[in-house]
């Protein structure tokens, strides 16, 4: 951890602001928006989870960077902020595609035939699940229920809901969405 | 707001509804939301000023109506003999039920010819008829008002008689005599486990706040807490997600009347980040609720205060477990400890907590408003009121469904759910999630209560209902349990961590075709391990889905194993 991080909220130990400014987290406004979280908690600990909430919706992905930058703030052990970040599923330490495709592994979907569906989208996309594409353009995940059944199987694709699908179609379905937004 | 404001609220907003003769309901659940159900609200609109009939008819966004398989549904809800003569005691909701119809499978483009037929014949082609017995069949209590109410505007709630039971709670009531309505009621937890609700209150209202060392944070003022369990975690349940997102305000006020009978003035919310339209639609009646002076100081002009925050779940099933989830609370990781002392006497930051359902709390404000005697009327002798379920799975009505306890599996697949679809046979149902057990058709005619379930070896649970027919590889839905338990454990205690890993690993080589009658015999003595050694909830339950289909299928096990 670097000691140029300035320690947003709260004064240091006898009451002084420290240190440099430190240039990411000045240039990049993102880092306001996890601070006004952190702020609405007090920079008490309880709030770590939403502040991790923030910070992955801000950035799509937790860095080393953002982490020890909420550690420093909320004051809590590298090893907390860590041991939270990687126990929930909903947050992610890698880097995202600029798209996402996440297949719902509900039961409702898996008896429906989710298995199916998703390794109709790995071969016919060439990623696995929990990966990304080599273009970096498709993230590839599951998810055990939107709450979406009557439509299973269900997939979201950049959070749009898509009920329904076939494992003869789908992979064509995410291949045409690619393609329109790329044209945009 | 006092009781006079909020029933002068409740008039105005009626007379004002009064005053259309249609109200178009179209429903913007998650499923038909999916389905561009807010481009039909659009383009309903559109249609009506075109045709110069928007001052007799209004649109209105509501939750589910239930039937998601024939979604996006829109209900136009027609009075018969026009004007505005409705009696002012009579709920909009009521009045117009008499001359529904129900459109399927709408789009938007059916917009302009649904509004060209109003107060006429109903567009055929479109039509599903409200008297099937998906819709007679059921007894509508939590649900009453999904599908009818706007969910982002309290007056609506408020029209239909919202808060009546908070503020009745707050004037006439001690907390005292909250807790035996609730007791008398025979109120039962409806997250799976059963537990009265009245004892629950009645503990948490007698508990010693400084019995146990506590560190509540700064800034939050209260000594006991109220929690409401939304991590809707098990696969193939979305019963809370749906009152959440049709019903917000009748949770807020079940959470208020909770907290007023046990002495709480801080509660929380706990959503799975899943359900990003219910966090939505819980803030906006969080701050609705607040600006009416429903929630935070002084409600209702009495000396009772009340906050509520919504705390977001991030992805871990086991966050559902009551220990669980108020660790989440708190910022750590969401592992479960061992109780005693119960979360009633020592939970959140050490403090007396009570920790209820969704659907549990959305039960109490009719208790309050209709009476115990009333709710204790439905229902068998020991589980009363109703039970929502979501139906899905090989089942041509798919969606969710309210009905009495006690009510036989076949009526609610056979009669609700219309059966099972391409001239299949009906195999198993599957209750209760991950937790749960595997229902064979000899149990058809079996009541749905919480004993009868338990008795066969499965669980109410929280309310999935997934229906398999002859195709289902019962093997397969064990191990694919099992995957999701072991995927799930938190790795706090060994039996859970270690055991879900081997139990699946036999369940993979039973499939794999490698198994021997050995390997069985391992599986059997693991199931009986895990459930009686491990820390929570999860563990204990995770070999159910095991036990059930060995117990029930277990030709199917031994086709595939070889003697050994």
Redesign the interface.
């Known amino acids: 951890m670097t000691n140029t991080l300035t320690p947003p909220g709260r004064p240091v130990g006898d009451g002084a602001v420290a240190v440099k400014p430190d240039d990411r987290l000045a240039a990049d406004k993102r880092y306001k928006i996890i601070e006004a979280t952190m702020r609405r908690?007090?920079y008490?600990?309880?709030?770590?989870?939403?502040a991790?909430?923030s910070a992955q919706e801000a950035f799509g992905y937790l860095d080393d960077f953002t982490l020890k930058y909420i550690t420093r703030a909320l004051r809590l052990p590298p090893s907390?902020v860590f041991?939270?970040a990687t126990?929930?599923?909903?947050?992610t330490l890698k880097p995202q595609g600029v798209h996402t495709c996440v297949v719902c592994?509900?039961?409702?979907c898996?008896?429906?035939g989710a298995r199916e569906v998703l390794s109709a989208i790995e071969s016919g996309h060439g990623v696995k699940a929990g990966g990304t594409t080599a273009d970096n353009q498709l993230s590839l995940l599951t998810?055990?229920?939107?709450?979406?059944?009557?439509?299973?199987p269900?997939i979201t694709f950049d959070g749009?809901?898509?009920?329904k699908v076939a494992p003869q179609t789908v992979a064509g379905q995410i291949a045409q969405r690619l393609a329109t937004s790329a044209l945009r | 707001m006092n009781l006079e404001e909020l029933n002068a609220t409740a008039t105005n907003e009626r007379l004002a509804q009064a005053k259309k003769n249609h109200h178009l309901h179209v429903c913007v659940g998650t499923a038909c939301q999916a389905l561009n159900s807010e481009q039909i609200a659009k383009a309903l609109q559109t249609a009506l000023r075109q045709q110069g009939r928007n001052g007799e008819a209004e649109v209105k966004c509501v939750g589910c109506p239930g039937l998601c398989s024939l979604g996006p549904l829109v209900e136009v809800a027609s009075r018969v003999n026009g004007g505005p003569t409705q009696p002012a005691n009579e709920s909009p909701a009521d009045a117009n039920h008499r001359t529904a119809v129900l459109y399927q499978f709408v789009k938007p483009e059916d917009a302009e010819e649904i509004i060209a037929h109003l107060g006429g014949e109903p567009v055929k082609r479109l039509e599903t008829p409200l008297d099937q017995p998906f819709f007679t069949r059921q007894t509508k209590v939590v649900l009453e008002n999904c599908g009818k109410v706007d969910p982002e505007r309290i007056e609506d709630y408020i029209a239909v008689g919202g808060y009546q039971a908070l503020l009745k709670v707050l004037t006439e009531m001690t907390p005292q005599q909250v807790i035996d309505e609730i007791t008398r009621s025979g109120l039962r937890g409806r997250g799976g486990a059963g537990f009265p609700t009245g004892l629950k209150w009645g503990t948490v209202a007698k508990a010693d706040p400084n019995r146990y060392p506590t560190n509540v944070p700064e800034g939050i003022q209260s000594r006991k807490f109220v929690i409401c369990n939304g991590d809707e975690g098990d696969p193939g349940a979305f019963m809370d997600r749906s009152v959440m997102e049709g019903d917000p305000h009748r949770i807020l006020e079940g959470m208020a009347i909770a907290a007023y009978a046990v002495g709480a003035n801080h509660g929380f919310i706990y959503v799975r980040a899943e359900y990003p339209l219910a966090v939505k639609r819980l803030r906006t009646a969080i701050r609705q609720a607040q600006r009416a002076g429903l929630l935070g100081n002084a409600i209702g002009g009495t000396a009772f205060s009340f906050n509520v925050e919504i705390r977001l779940g991030a992805g871990a099933f086991v966050c559902g477990e009551e220990t669980a989830l108020m660790a989440s609370i708190e910022g750590g990781r969401g592992t479960p400890r061992p109780r005693p002392p119960f979360p009633a006497e020592s939970g959140l930051w050490g403090c007396p907590t009570l920790i209820n359902n969704v659907e549990t709390l959305a039960n109490v404000p009719p208790i309050i408003l209709k009476g115990a005697e009333w709710f204790a009327g439905i229902g068998t002798e020991k589980s009363k009121g109703t039970k929502v379920f979501a139906l899905t799975g090989q089942v041509k009505n798919t969606g969710l469904i309210e009905v009495p306890m006690g009510i036989s599996l076949r009526e609610i697949v056979f009669d609700i759910g219309g059966g099972i679809p391409d001239g299949k046979e009906f195999k198993a149902v599957q209750t209760g999630g991950p937790s749960g057990g595997c229902i064979p058709a000899q149990f058809l005619d079996m009541p749905v209560d919480y004993e009868s379930l338990a008795k066969v070896g499965s669980i109410m649970g929280s309310g999935g209902m997934i229906v398999m027919d002859d195709s289902t590889d019962m093997i397969e839905v064990a191990r694919f349990f099992m995957e999701f338990c072991m995927d799930e454990s938190c790795g706090k205690c060994i039996p859970c961590r270690a055991g879900t890993v081997q139990m699946h690993r036999i369940l993979t080589k039973i499939q794999e075709g490698k198994a021997t009658t050995r390997d069985l015999q391992i599986l059997e003595g693991l199931c009986d391990l895990v459930k009686h050694t491990s820390l929570c909830g999860l563990g204990q339950s995770a070999p159910n889905p095991v036990i059930s289909t060995l117990r029930y299928f277990r030709d199917e096990y031994l086709s595939k194993v070889k003697p050994g």
């Open positions: 908690y007090g008490q600990g309880h709030g770590l989870i939403e991790l909430h907390k041991g939270v126990f929930y599923n909903h947050f592994l509900g039961t409702a898996y008896i429906k998810a055990r229920c939107f709450g979406s059944c009557a439509l299973a269900v749009e809901t898509i009920g």
